[in-house]
């Protein structure tokens, strides 16, 4: 019998919960000043999750700061990207003090991401168990196998859309493979890496199609269109090393003991947790 793990993806529910409620100015503080609205959120969203999904093991996965082997690859990785909201900062330690108070673990690794995290944790938990990931993040669907699901949140508490192996060549029109190559020829603004200049994705769905990979379409880049040919052979570095950025780390040294990962909490200590942050609505949800 499998086991069904759930692995969250941390800032991408924190990053959501907090947006998602600091955009009407409800940002939430405790009476002595501390703002809680992120956390508070995550744990809406995490809570929904556990009763929706029912896992019998919960990990959470965290991003550990800014500088990465892509940043060392490519400068520009997520150079767009802002500070956080000062509101923002002190809820990063204090989601997983939260995160403790379950008896969850928290996973993060220096010098990679979180996605390389739940990637490595994911192929082994897979090989015995089911494995579904949480996030808002279409980036991991290119972890999609036969026993890992991947749970993207949709707008509103408690809307997933769930794909897996079954689902995912009618959902997205290419297979969970070929999503890194798709990366790689279209770029990805939000992680700030270009692709191919003048490739956008419906030319890359097409292209992944026709050819399947990347690799495959090079081999037969003499019979594309000639200004696709232009294209590629004008950007052929940044589309390798976009395919390289694009790829999850799925052999990262991470690991943790299903047993340390049991959805079981001590209620007394979760509830001294949440009237800590004055939490007395969510009591109801444990």
Request: with cysteine; aromatic share 10%; proline share 4%.
């Amino acid at each position: 019998m499998r086991q069904k793990i759930l692995l969250v993806d941390g800032m991408a529910l924190l990053f959501r919960g907090f947006y998602a409620t600091s955009f009407r100015g409800n940002f939430m503080y405790t009476s002595s000043g501390v703002p809680t609205n992120g956390v508070y959120q995550f744990l809406r969203y995490l809570l929904n999750a556990v009763d929706t999904f029912q896992p019998t093991h919960v990990i959470c996965c965290w991003d550990m700061g800014s500088k990465t082997f892509r940043t060392d690859l490519y400068e520009n990785y997520k150079a767009n990207r802002g500070a956080p909201p000062e509101e923002l900062i002190p809820q990063f330690d204090l989601v997983k003090e939260v995160v403790d108070a379950f008896n969850m673990p928290n996973i993060g690794l220096e010098n990679f991401e979180a996605d390389d995290c739940i990637g490595t944790l994911a192929r082994t938990y897979a090989e015995t168990d089911s494995v579904l990931i949480l996030t808002g993040d279409h980036d991991i669907l290119q972890l999609v196998d036969e026993h890992i699901q991947v749970a993207i949140m949709k707008k509103g508490q408690g809307n997933y859309e769930v794909f897996n192996v079954d689902n995912f060549y009618e959902k997205k029109g290419i297979h969970p493979y070929q999503m890194v190559d798709l990366k790689g020829l279209m770029g990805d603004s939000a992680d700030n890496y270009p692709g191919v200049k003048g490739i956008g994705e419906k030319t890359a769905l097409k292209l992944l199609q026709e050819h399947e990979t990347i690799d495959q379409l090079l081999e037969n880049l003499d019979t594309l269109p000639k200004g696709i040919q232009t294209k590629v052979r004008d950007n052929l570095d940044m589309l390798q090393l976009s395919r390289t950025l694009a790829e999850i780390k799925c052999d990262v040294p991470v690991a943790c003991p299903l047993d340390d990962a049991r959805w079981q909490y001590d209620k007394p200590t979760v509830e001294a947790k949440f009237m800590e942050l004055e939490f007395t609505r969510l009591t109801k949800l444990i």
